[in-house]
């Protein structure tokens, strides 16, 4: 499964750009998108930014990968409580 993230272009020095998602920034080729201007949102994939998506997909993007963050974090949580309740010490013996 191959999966390409939308990232917003904060500067672009001939075919490479600076990209940024949550204070972090990496650098990736222009050479599919030269068309790219700063403050454009690019989907990046394996380095490449391979197109362009207008704010509001982009940030739809962003926000379904957000929930689906919480969600995995949230499952994490509900196994980790469930392993400790299944310990020895979780179900009263020893007491």
Known sequence: ?????????VSIDGATAEVEMG?????VSLVLVPETQVGDYVL???GFAISRLDEEEAEETLALFEEMAQAARAEEEG??????????????FGS
């Open 1 to 9: 499964m191959c999966l390409a993230v939308p990232l917003r272009v």
């Open 23 to 27: 204070g972090v920034t990496r650098r």
């Open 44 to 46: 990046v994939h394996t």
């Open 79 to 92: 196994q980790a409580s469930e392993e400790a309740s299944n310990t020895p010490e979780g179900k009263g």
